[in-house]
């Protein structure tokens, strides 16, 4: 059973940069048909897709973030990453990562919530 | 980028109500569609993938129907435990994209 796990500051002061990290077991970040996700949800809002990264280092992004979003991957620790810049209030967020299978996220991790203020 | 409109935004129904839920596309994505569930204060299950797809384990009252632009995903009977937020969400390419979220609850 794969398991991801996310981990990392709980606040973040505004225009600084926020960095998460999302621990997979159960199986490989290696994998061929896997694609490895960033996901957050806003309280009380809906989600957003953040960006992907495939073990290769290949990465996709929301456009309405590309400019501030780095995904990045180490095979060797089977983890992956996420950094985020310049950030305002308006990301504050419950941030979750997981595993895309042909674009659909199959495995989530638990979510950890990112509150930005000073 | 194509976008992902889901209505309505609330809904409210008894017990035993058949529900629908509708999310349309701003292009053709064909059936790549997947439908999330989101019990309060949970993490996402995917419920239902390529439009009509049942994920392993979901309950039969849950079905998808839709190609192209405009799908829906209906609960037959409602029951207490489906009180959540659905979301769709488009995955025939990068970038991925939500719709915007439908909260059901009981009336």
């Known amino acids: 059973q794969v398991q991801l796990q996310e981990s990392g500051p709980g606040l973040v002061k505004p225009s600084g940069t926020l960095s998460l990290t999302c621990g997979v077991s159960?199986?490989?970040?290696?994998?061929?048909?896997?694609?490895w996700s960033w996901v957050r949800q806003p309280p009380g809002k809906g989600l957003e897709w953040i960006g992907e990264?495939?073990?290769?280092?290949?990465?996709n992004y929301n456009p309405s973030l590309k400019s501030r979003v780095t995904i990045s991957i180490d095979n060797s620790k089977n983890q992956f990453y996420l950094k985020l810049n310049s950030v305002t209030a308006a990301d504050t967020a419950v941030y979750y990562c997981?595993?895309?299978?042909?674009?659909?996220?199959?495995?989530w991790g638990q979510g950890t919530l990112v509150t930005v203020s000073s | 980028d194509i976008q992902m409109t889901q209505s309505p935004s609330s809904l409210s129904a008894s017990v035993g109500d058949r529900v629908t839920i509708t999310c349309r596309a701003s292009?053709?994505?064909?059936?790549?569609l997947v439908w999330y569930q989101q019990k309060p204060g949970k993490v996402p299950k995917l419920l239902i993938y390529?439009?009509?797809t049942l994920q392993s384990g979901v309950p039969s009252r849950f079905s998808g129907s839709g190609s192209g632009t405009d799908f829906t995903l209906s609960i037959s009977s409602l029951q207490p435990e489906d009180v959540a937020s659905y979301y769709c969400?488009?995955?025939?390419?990068?970038?991925?994209?939500f719709g915007q979220g439908t909260r059901l609850e009981i009336k």
């Open positions: 997981a595993r895309g299978l042909g674009g659909l996220l199959d495995y």
């Open positions: 969400q488009k995955y025939n390419s990068a970038p991925l994209t």
């Open positions: 292009q053709d994505i064909s059936n790549y």
């Open positions: 390529a439009a009509s």
């Open positions: 990264i495939y073990h290769s280092g290949s990465t």
């Open positions: 159960g199986g490989s970040i290696s994998s061929n048909i896997n694609w």
